[in-house]
């Protein structure tokens, strides 16, 4: 049966609207001003998304989970001229978004209606890196479950740039047990790499559910660890070493 895609009117801004699938949200835009990121944890991928690069440089994104594009408008609106490619599976969103909320004319965005595995072995056959890798992958509330496996983490890191990041949003229950799982399959596909988790506190516990944001790569730029950590949301936490290992392996 086919999934019930609706625009839902945003309470707090005129020009907001909410993108729901089964009736669960998967992306808010404000089409007045693309900046405004709603959810708390696009907002902290949009501080990685800042901090990747000097301001306003242009960057190359690649966007593995479409929505209603609200990350790919955002890096348009903050850093022009940027390149990026959103692959979103479900060809029915693409098209009713396209109509709903058109995309900025000049922007370089390339939309793709792929699975997100094919789409990354496509790119890696093309020898195409990115500066930042964004995986938001949800059918209504839950992923796929490849997405916590080491082979398309793997892939993903290996479309990275020179400096470039692996950014995951991880929804979770309380227990915190895919948390666990991605950060694992992280470590499997790359044991060298740099990881580490953003989020409230509550939720990186394990005391409640929410949403977690997984930053990895060969290294962590400095400036991205700081921004996570003073631009909240709050209330926000940063896990990376030795309490990563505390909180999230021993969780287990």
């Known amino acids: 049966m086919a999934s019930r895609i609706e625009f839902e009117r945003d309470v707090f801004s005129p020009t907001g609207l909410t993108l729901l699938v089964d009736g669960a949200a998967q992306s808010h835009v404000d089409a007045a001003d693309p900046t405004r990121l709603f959810f708390e944890y696009v907002r902290r991928i949009g501080h990685v998304v800042d901090a990747i690069a000097d301001p306003g440089a242009p960057i190359a994104v690649l966007h593995l989970g479409g929505g209603a594009m609200s990350l790919a408008r955002y890096v348009e609106a903050t ?16 098209e009713l978004v396209a109509e709903r909320m058109p995309l900025p004319g000049q922007a370089r965005i390339d939309v793709v209606v792929a699975d997100a595995r094919d789409a990354v072995a496509r790119l890696a056959a093309d020898g195409a890196r990115f500066d930042l890798v964004i ?3 949800y059918t209504r509330l839950d992923a796929p479950a490849f997405v916590d496996g080491p082979e398309f983490l793997g892939a993903c890191l ?20 895919r948390l666990a799982a991605q950060a694992r399959a992280v470590a499997r596909a790359d044991p060298a790499a740099a990881l580490l988790v953003a989020g409230d506190p509550a939720v990186l516990s394990g005391a409640e559910e929410g949403n977690a944001v997984l930053v990895a790569g060969p290294s962590m730029p400095e400036r991205v660890r700081e921004r996570l950590r003073d631009a909240g949301p709050f209330p926000a936490e940063l896990l990376e070493g030795a309490r990563l290992d505390v909180v999230l392996w021993g969780a287990c």
């Open 79 to 94: 850093r022009p001229d940027s390149t990026q490619v959103v692959v979103e599976a479900d060809p029915r969103v693409v």
């Open 135 to 137: 995986v938001d992958l």
């Open 158 to 177: 290996e479309r990275l740039a020179p400096g470039g990041v692996l950014v995951v949003n991880v929804a979770d229950a309380a227990g915190g047990t």
